[in-house]
């Protein structure tokens, strides 16, 4: 039970939610969730279970896909459709040609401003519960980066969009931006996750599938193991001779490191293999590519950031 849920979550339940559920079908005593979806959004929602969780951080990070719907014409306090209206505008100049205009202006790196009403914290007091409380405090604005953003469709006042985007990134907030930005205002009201990384809607399950599953004692079938969750990250192969100090948590020396299969990147992460297949750990590089190939064979290359056996 040392592996990944790649779950869809539907409209409804918490992401805690779906955690409790997938741990009391299972019977596993540890699991975690990769990257938390609103109760009112449905989509993707992998979870770890036990030793597995020890992966999370390295899986959060990853880009994600998103199916979101836009009201134009009204913002609200929560910039979804649970929240109150508290701007309105008129739509009717806003056609096909204006929104993927104004779509391609939202690509690239830049600073989204999270909204009130999230999970990020303020002295340890998650947003929303100081929004809840009628209390506005001035956000720092995060990094985000919109790979891509394009119209799948409009029809009246509803737009449909297709995002893809990396980890940290508040839909409802792009989709309030979007509507400023065309001034008609708008908000989030509907939104689908299709993808975080490898994990992708064609291979997920449900909880129906879960526990039928289960029953039929064929839960192996439907799990993914680390090693598979973890195959984004390139492989640094470890010499079999040296496998155990690595599980020790012994730094990487030059001299442990049989091949490296992508170009080295200073704090880039990666997937420590013996010959033989095993996965030991994930790593982070110390040095490019060419101060790695000049390293002493004594010369630790990499760090040990967590171990997997």
Same mark, same amino acid.
């Given at each position: 039970?040392?592996?990944?849920?790649?779950?869809?979550?539907?409209?409804?339940?918490?992401?805690?939610?779906?955690?409790?559920?997938?741990? /009391? !079908?299972?019977?596993? &005593?540890? @699991?975690?969730?990769?990257? $938390?979806? #609103?109760?009112?959004?449905?989509?993707?929602?992998?979870?770890?279970?036990?030793?597995?969780?020890?992966?999370?951080?390295?899986?959060?990070?990853?880009?994600?896909?998103?199916?979101?719907?836009?009201?134009?014409?009204?913002?609200?306090?929560?910039?979804?459709?649970?929240?109150?209206?508290?701007?309105?505008?008129?739509?009717?100049?806003?056609?096909?040609?204006?929104?993927?205009?104004?779509?391609?202006?939202?690509?690239?790196?830049?600073?989204?401003?999270?909204?009130?009403?999230?999970?990020?914290?303020?002295? /340890? !007091?998650?947003?929303? &519960?100081? @929004?809840?409380?009628?209390? $506005?405090? #001035?956000?720092?604005?995060?990094?985000?980066?919109?790979?891509?953003?394009?119209?799948?469709?409009?029809?009246?006042?509803?737009?449909?969009?297709?995002?893809?985007?990396?980890?940290?990134?508040?839909?409802?907030?792009?989709?309030?931006?979007?509507?400023?930005?065309?001034?008609?205002?708008?908000?989030?009201?509907?939104?689908?996750?299709?993808?975080?990384?490898?994990?992708?809607?064609?291979?997920?399950?449900?909880?129906?599938?879960?526990?039928?599953?289960?029953?039929?004692?064929?839960?192996?079938?439907?799990?993914?193991?680390?090693?598979?969750?973890?195959?984004?990250?390139?492989?640094?192969?470890?010499?079999?001779?040296?496998?155990?100090?690595?599980?020790?948590?012994?730094?990487?020396?030059?001299?442990?490191?049989?091949?490296?299969?992508?170009?080295?990147?200073?704090?880039?992460?990666?997937?420590?293999?013996?010959?033989?297949?095993?996965?030991?750990?994930?790593?982070?590089?110390?040095?490019?590519?060419?101060?790695?190939?000049?390293?002493?064979?004594?010369?630790?290359?990499?760090?040990?950031?967590?171990?997997?056996?």
């Amino acid at each position: 039970m040392n592996k990944v849920v790649n779950l869809y979550k539907p409209k409804g339940p918490t992401s805690f939610d779906m955690v409790q559920r997938v741990k /009391g !079908i299972l019977g596993v &005593k540890k @699991a975690g969730h990769i990257g $938390t979806l #609103d109760p009112e959004a449905e989509g993707m929602l992998p979870i770890c279970l036990n030793r597995s969780t020890r992966i999370i951080p390295f899986l959060t990070s990853q880009f994600k896909v998103y199916e979101a719907e836009m009201k134009l014409g009204t913002a609200t306090d929560t910039q979804d459709a649970t929240g109150a209206v508290i701007a309105e505008g008129s739509d009717e100049h806003v056609d096909e040609n204006l929104l993927r205009a104004t779509l391609k202006e939202f690509e690239g790196p830049q600073n989204q401003i999270p909204p009130m009403y999230s999970a990020k914290k303020k002295n /340890g !007091i998650p947003l929303y &519960k100081l @929004a809840r409380s009628g209390i $506005t405090i #001035d956000r720092n604005p995060v990094p985000i980066h919109i790979y891509s953003i394009d119209l799948i469709s409009k029809n009246a006042d509803r737009a449909s969009i297709s995002v893809q985007c990396s980890s940290g990134t508040y839909i409802r907030t792009l989709c309030n931006d979007i509507g400023e930005r065309m001034g008609c205002f708008a908000h989030m009201s509907k939104l689908i996750r299709t993808q975080v990384g490898i994990f992708k809607r064609e291979t997920s399950i449900t909880l129906e599938t879960l526990e039928r599953a289960v029953k039929d004692g064929e839960v192996s079938s439907v799990l993914m193991h680390q090693e598979d969750a973890l195959k984004f990250l390139p492989a640094v192969i470890i010499k079999n001779e040296f496998s155990k100090l690595i599980t020790n948590g012994i730094a990487l020396s030059r001299k442990f490191i049989e091949s490296v299969s992508e170009p080295t990147r200073p704090e880039a992460f990666y997937r420590a293999v013996a010959e033989d297949g095993q996965l030991l750990a994930i790593v982070e590089s110390k040095y490019n590519e060419i101060d790695f190939a000049a390293l002493e064979p004594e010369a630790v290359a990499f760090k040990i950031k967590r171990v997997l056996v």
